[in-house]
């Protein structure tokens, strides 16, 4: 007998996809349903919310690559302008790290409600929906950059609204939760978010192109993607599915707020994810304003994104196999690591060992991502254990309550990302150097690994090895 007759056998049923794309039953922990029809269902969905995901994080980062391209440049002594950017623009270092902290805050604030949207509208409808929401900023960008004119609270106003792009990945992070089971959460949320992180790669190595093609000029890198926008709604409305048990009242992610593990969690990952985020989007500036290199800036500032986002995935299966904890340590202390040799980087002015350091950076960033993740699903499944009552309604409610808290942790998180472009404004401001700035991160970085250690290492922590 074939695992799908002994499926049927056992009167399972759930799977079938029903009027409006609904799932009625899902049940992944199941070893029959998951091997006969759920892993097929899952990965097609898995497939179309990577696509989604992609494009916004993509839209989200916009701004980091069209800013390099807006800079002036300054005379150092009298700090007139000496040669305008591209469209006759001419943004000083400050004004581009508010445009990207702008960008960066206001899709970290996003994840919050696009959150709670996957249970109140279902996961295959909320993808659609965000999806068409990503040609406000595309074309809004567009817009905005034809006239150097424009004032700059204008620029500020349309950047904020980049901010959908970042608040898609978590909905996308908390829908496909509910479709993996347990032993395959790291790895199935690691190459979803991988796949969305990834887009900030792809849209600062492709921006610059689409910048030189044509006569479109700079509007040319919102234009491009509302076609890829528009494409996203469309694969998600034809191929993907909503969960019944995914869509239910918002209490669960309410009550996930209740657990200090979810507020801990949201702090470590401000050190994961936030600097990924923070570190993407000033990256090409930094390279611009402490090196003066907008050549390599627009040529290779997609690399650490890129290195970050492959990476994340294995950060996920690397605690599947080890535990999240134990890799969440590790990442923090070489994050730490290299955030010191990039100070070494800009004191000796080596743009060699500045570059080579935040590649490492990004490595440990993606790495410490898919861990802190892998952690989330693991702290709710011994929360449930500890409170002692395995019926099919507690799991469910826990289960629920885990995906509530990727999207709540996911928000919090992605404030590292509005923080970081600031602190560096500050820091350049007050100093005349980022030195200050790395140096902070370098604290930053050792705490949180101390922070993971006392809680999710030490023994006799209640979560320990989690």
């Known amino acids: 007998m074939t695992i799908s007759d002994k499926a049927e056998a056992l009167d399972i049923e759930p799977g079938v996809i029903g009027k409006g794309r609904w799932i009625e039953r899902w049940m992944p922990e199941n070893e029959l349903f998951w091997e006969s029809r759920g892993k097929k269902i899952a990965f097609r969905n898995l497939v179309f919310s990577i696509v989604a995901e992609h494009i916004g994080f993509s839209v989200w980062l916009l701004w980091s690559i069209v800013v390099v391209r807006m800079y002036g440049t300054f005379d150092a002594t009298t700090g007139e302008l000496v040669a305008a950017g591209a469209n006759g623009w001419a943004l000083t270092a400050s004004q581009g790290f508010t445009l990207l902290a702008t960008a960066s805050g206001v899709g970290a604030f996003l994840r919050i409600p696009y959150t709670f949207a996957v249970p109140i509208f279902g996961g295959r409808n909320w993808t659609v929906i965000s999806a068409l929401l990503l040609l406000v900023p595309t074309l809004g960008l567009a817009w905005v950059v034809q006239d150097p004119t424009t004032p700059f609270s204008v620029l500020v106003l349309v950047a904020a609204t980049a901010g959908f792009g970042g608040g898609n990945f978590a909905s996308s992070m908390a829908n496909i939760t509910f479709f993996y089971p347990e032993k395959e959460k790291g790895w199935a949320l690691g190459l979803n978010a991988a796949g969305g992180n990834i887009g900030v790669a792809v849209a600062q190595k492709l921006v610059p192109l689409v910048i030189g093609i044509g006569a479109l000029g700079l509007s040319a890198a919102g234009l491009v993607y509302v076609p890829l926008a528009l494409a996203a709604a469309i694969l998600a409305f034809l191929f993907m599915d909503n969960l019944r048990e995914a869509k239910a009242d918002p209490k669960p992610t309410a009550k996930s707020l209740q657990h200090g593990h979810t507020w801990l969690m949201a702090f470590l990952y401000i050190g994961t994810f936030g600097s990924f985020i923070g570190y993407s989007a000033a990256f090409p500036t930094l390279l ?34 080890i535990g999240g904890s134990i890799v969440t340590v590790i990442s923090f202390v070489v994050m730490a690591a290299a955030g010191y040799t990039a100070v070494l980087g800009v004191q000796q002015k080596s743009l060699a060992i500045f570059f080579a350091s935040f590649m490492v950076l990004f490595v440990a960033t993606g790495i410490g991502n898919g861990s802190t993740y892998r952690m989330i699903p693991s702290i709710f499944s011994r929360l449930h254990a500890a409170k002692g009552e395995d019926t099919d309604e507690s799991r469910l409610d826990f289960k629920r309550q885990s995906a509530g808290a990727v999207g709540i942790i996911s928000a919090v998180g992605a404030f590292g990302g509005f923080a970081i472009p600031f602190v560096y404004k500050i820091s350049k401001e007050m100093s005349g150097t980022i030195v200050p700035a790395l140096q902070i991160y370098v604290v930053v970085f050792l705490a949180m690994a101390a922070i993971t250690w006392l809680a999710y290492l030490r023994k006799g922590a209640t979560m320990r090895n989690v």
Not at 294 to 301: C, E, R, T
Not at 303 to 314: F, H, I, Q
């Open 288 to 321: 611009t304003v402490v090196f003066e290199r907008a050549d390599i800036a627009l040529g290779w500032g997609f690399l650490g994104a890129l290195l970050g986002s492959l990476s994340r995935p294995y950060g996920g299966r690397l605690a599947d196999r």
